[in-house]
């Protein structure tokens, strides 16, 4: 945990995306091997900078990576299971060459990474995409690694966000902005907390909040969501301090009425905080 703490408070332009990924996956697999994955991600740059003859352009350099991670390697989205959380952890992305969009876009990230490619994450509504920054073409490329790489126009993703969201969501250019190394992590581990919310594994739940915390230690609401698991885990003082500090921090906020009446719950339940 002492790794993964010192990774995540990092400026955000130190941090290593692909070894802060695996650092997350050891809280699942404490003996994962993370210097044996990041020589995965190593050889497969080694592989695909061979292939290279220098100087290519951003849809040049979109068909080689597209062509080795998914025809050659075979990586795929995980249409049929997209929430196993094996899809979320890189190690078994890496070793099942499945997953869902923003593992497989920092796989995408991190081999283009080491061929010198200018890529960025982009963190799209409801599905994760890459860009490539370069400016030979004279616009940013952006690209869906879930899809096999797919190249998609602004235009295809304002359709995608109308489809998505039935129009609920208004489509913005600053939706499809870089996303930084703290973002796509944040993304990463709140999508993981989900899937554990979903299949009522509190304990891996609360564990993956208490990460999302030493990433994002600002947030009030990630602070709320730790108190609300808390006592679902009965942890009722530690769960009261966390709700506590939420309206502390956003005394304003929608849900503060409801967050006031499960602080009284908590305290009625809990005699050893009266």
């Known amino acids: 945990m002492r790794a993964l703490e010192a990774i995540l408070r990092l400026p955000d332009d130190a941090i290593d995306l692909g070894q802060a990924a695996l650092l997350i996956a050891r809280?699942?697999?404490?003996d994962l091997e993370v210097d044996r994955y990041l020589g995965v991600l190593d050889d497969m740059g080694t592989e695909l900078r061979s292939r290279l003859r220098g100087g290519e352009g951003a849809t040049s350099r979109i068909a080689h990576l597209n062509?080795?991670?998914?025809?050659?390697?075979?990586f795929r989205g995980n249409v049929d299971e997209y929430e196993d959380p094996r899809n979320s952890f890189l190690n078994d992305v890496l070793d099942r060459r499945t997953g869902i969009p923003i593992s497989l876009s920092t796989v995408y990230l991190e081999v283009g990474r080491r061929c010198g490619f200018p890529l960025a994450g982009v963190?799209?509504?409801g599905?994760?995409?890459?860009?490539?920054?370069g400016v030979d073409t004279g616009t940013d490329l952006l690209v869906d690694p879930f899809n096999r790489g797919i190249m998609l126009?602004?235009?295809?993703?304002?359709?995608?966000l109308d489809a998505m969201f039935g129009g609920g969501v208004e489509f913005r250019p600053e939706i499809l902005r870089r996303a930084r190394n703290r973002e796509i992590l944040?993304?990463?581990?709140?999508?993981?907390r989900v899937i554990w919310d979903r299949a009522s594994d509190?304990?891996?739940?609360?564990?993956t909040q208490n990460v999302l915390l030493i990433l994002r230690p600002d947030s009030p609401a990630h602070l709320r969501d730790r108190g609300l698991l808390r006592y679902r885990a009965v942890l009722l003082a530690e769960a009261a301090a966390d709700l506590e500090g939420y309206l502390a921090a956003a005394p304003r906020a929608p849900d503060a009425l409801a967050i006031r009446s499960q602080i009284v719950r908590l305290k009625a339940l809990s005699p050893v905080m009266n």
């Open 27 to 30: 809280q699942e697999y404490p």
């Open 67 to 74: 062509r080795y991670l998914f025809d050659d390697l075979g």
């Open 123 to 125: 963190s799209f509504p």
């Open 127 to 133: 599905h994760f995409l890459v860009r490539d920054t």
């Open 153 to 160: 126009t602004p235009e295809d993703c304002r359709k995608r």
């Open 186 to 192: 944040e993304r990463m581990l709140a999508n993981l």
């Open 202 to 207: 509190v304990r891996r739940a609360l564990r």
